[in-house]
C-alpha cells in the first residue's frame, strides 16, 4: 500500500481529532472548564490522542488537566497548608467543592454522574500532580474523596445509589470517607467484626472503624461490614452510610506523627439503621469489591508520592548547593552527590513499574502483581528518600521549617496504610508460587 499524500494525513488527522473531541466534549465542556480552556489551546497546535513524544503513557489531554490542577493548588491550597498543618485538619468542603467544580473529583467517573468519563491514566496524571502539595495529609483527603471511597460504587451500585451519594462526591457538595479498617482488623481485613444485620427493609449496624480519613467532616461513609455469618470473605458487603444517621458516634479525632491536616477518626456504630436500598451492588460481594477498590487505592498512592519524592531530592539539591562547610558547598561532597544520583535513580525505577501497571491496567489486564511491587518499592522509597535528604540538611532538616520533616513524617504512612509492606510482599510471593499454605490460608 502506498503512504497517504501529507494532505490525506493532515485530514485523517483533523477527523481523529474532532472524533475524540466529540466523545470528550459532553463531559469535559459540562464539568470542567479550566481544563477545557487549556485542552482547547492545545488541540489547536498539536495531536493529543497517542503519548507525548517524552512521555510512556501520558498525551498532551494528561498534561493539560496536570496543568489546570497545577492551578488550583498554587492558588487555593498550597498557600494555606501551613496554617491547616498547624489546626490539624483542612477545610474538605471547601477544597473538594472547588476540585468538584473543575471535574477532579471524577476523573473516570461516568459523565451520567457528573464524571469526566476518562479512562484511570488520567487519574493517575492528577495523582501525581497532587504531590505538588506540599504536605502529605490534603491529597491523602482527596484521594479518598476521589479514589479510594468510589470505586465500588461507581461500578457497581444502583442509578439511584449513585445519584444519591457519587454525583455529590463527585461534584464536592459532600465529603466522603472509607471505613474498612477497626480496632482489631487493619491488614487482615477478612477478621472486621462491624456486623450490618438485615431487618425488614434496612440494615441494623454496630460495630466501629479505626484510623477513617476525612472521618470527622464526612457526610457519608462507604462501609465495608459483615452481613452474614458465612465464610470471611463472603459475608460481607458495602454500603452506603450517612455519617448523620442516628447512633454514628465519633469517638475521637485521632492525633497523628505525620498527615496533620488530614483528620483521621475513630467512629462507633449503635443500632444504626440504614435503608437497605444502600447496599453497594450484591450482598456477599463486599471484600471482593474492596479487593478490587485496593487495586486502584494502591497504583493511586505510588503515582502521588512520585512528585514530592522529587521535590525533596530538588530542594536537597538546591540547599547542598548554596550551604557551605569546610569552605565547599556540601553537594561537592561525593557522597552527598552519589547519593542523591542513585535516589533519583529509584524514583525513575518506580515510576517506570507504575506505568507499566497502569498501560496494562486501563487495557483490562489484572495488574495485582505489579501494583503490589510498585506499592511495595514505593512505601521502601517514602522512607530511604526523605531520610537520606533530610541528613544532608542537618539541624535544619530537624526543624519544622522544611518540607523534608514534613514529608519525613507524612510519608512514613505510605508503608503502613493500603496494606503494609508485608501484605505486599504476602500478594507478591502469592503470585510467584511461594507463599506457604497455610499463610494463604
Ligand atoms: C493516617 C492513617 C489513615 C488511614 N486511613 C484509613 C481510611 O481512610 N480507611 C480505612 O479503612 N483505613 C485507614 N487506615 C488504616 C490502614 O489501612 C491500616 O493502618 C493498615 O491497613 C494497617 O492496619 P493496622 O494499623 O491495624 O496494623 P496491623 O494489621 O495490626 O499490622 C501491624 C503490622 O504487622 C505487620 N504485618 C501485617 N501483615 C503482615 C503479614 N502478612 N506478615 C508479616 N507481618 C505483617 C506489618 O508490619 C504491619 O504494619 C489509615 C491509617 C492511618 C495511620
Known amino acids: 500500500m502506498l503512504p497517504a499524500d501529507p494532505k490525506t494525513m493532515a485530514l485523517r488527522h483533523l477527523f481523529l481529532l474532532q472524533e475524540r473531541a466529540k466523545l470528550l466534549a459532553p463531559s469535559l465542556r459540562a464539568n470542567c472548564a479550566t481544563w477545557r480552556l487549556s485542552h482547547s489551546l492545545r488541540d489547536q497546535t498539536q495531536s493529543s490522542s497517542a503519548p507525548a513524544r517524552d512521555h510512556p503513557i501520558y498525551t498532551e489531554e494528561h498534561f493539560a488537566l496536570r496543568d489546570s490542577l497545577r492551578k488550583i493548588i498554587d492558588k487555593e491550597i498550597n498557600p494555606f497548608v501551613d496554617k491547616w498543618e498547624e489546626e490539624g485538619q483542612f477545610p474538605a468542603h471547601q477544597v473538594f467543592k472547588s476540585l468538584g467544580k473543575a471535574g477532579f473529583l ?23 500532580e497532587l504531590g505538588n502539595i506540599r504536605c502529605g495529609g490534603v491529597p491523602m483527603a482527596i484521594g479518598v474523596q476521589a479514589d479510594m471511597a468510589t470505586p465500588a460504587l461507581a461500578r457497581f451500585g444502583s442509578d439511584e445509589l449513585k445519584r444519591e451519594f457519587l454525583a455529590p462526591t463527585i461534584a464536592g457538595d459532600v465529603v466522603a470517607c472509607l471505613g474498612v479498617s477497626e480496632p482489631g482488623a487493619g491488614s487482615d481485613v477478612a477478621s472486621i467484626k462491624t456486623k450490618a444485620v438485615r431487618k425488614g427493609d434496612d440494615y441494623n449496624i454496630n460495630g466501629g472503624k479505626m484510623w477513617i480519613t476525612n472521618g470527622c467532616q464526612a457526610d457519608w461513609m462507604c462501609l465495608l461490614a459483615n452481613t452474614s455469618d458465612g465464610p470471611p470473605h463472603k459475608n460481607k458487603s458495602l454500603l452506603c452510610l450517612p455519617m ?180 505486599m510482599l504476602s500478594i507478591i510471593c502469592k503470585h510467584m508460587d511461594i507463599l506457604p499454605k497455610q499463610q494463604q490460608a
Open 244 to 423: 448523620k444517621t442516628s447512633g454514628v458516634h465519633i469517638a475521637k479525632k485521632i492525633d497523628k506523627m505525620g498527615m496533620r491536616s488530614s483528620d483521621t477518626a475513630q467512629i462507633f456504630f449503635e443500632d444504626v439503621r440504614v435503608p437497605s436500598k444502600y447496599l453497594i451492588g450484591e450482598e456477599g460481594m463486599g471484600f471482593i469489591y474492596q479487593m478490587l477498590q485496593f487495586q486502584e487505592e494502591r497504583m493511586w498512592g505510588v503515582a502521588n508520592v512520585l512528585v514530592p519524592l522529587e521535590n525533596i531530592i530538588q530542594e536537597t539539591i538546591n540547599y547542598t548547593r548554596q550551604r557551605k562547610i569546610f569552605n565547599q558547598p556540601i553537594i561537592q561532597k561525593q557522597i552527598v552527590h552519589f547519593r542523591l544520583a542513585e535516589l533519583a535513580t529509584e524514583v525513575e525505577l518506580l515510576r517506570s513499574l507504575l506505568y507499566r501497571a497502569v498501560a496494562l491496567y486501563i487495557h483490562g489486564n489484572d495488574v495485582t502483581k505489579f501494583a503490589s511491587m510498585a506499592k511495595l518499592k514505593a512505601g521502601y522509597l517514602a522512607r530511604e528518600v526523605p531520610d537520606s535528604c533530610l541528613q544532608f540538611w542537618g539541624g535544619m532538616g530537624f526543624t519544622n521549617e522544611v518540607l523534608v520533616s514534613r514529608l519525613y513524617r507524612d510519608l512514613r504512612l505510605l508503608s503502613i496504610g493500603a496494606g503494609a509492606d508485608e501484605v
Open 106 to 128: 471524577g476523573v473516570n467517573k461516568p459523565t451520567e454522574y457528573g464524571g469526566l468519563g476518562l479512562d484511570y491514566s488520567y487519574c493517575i496524571a492528577v495523582a501525581e
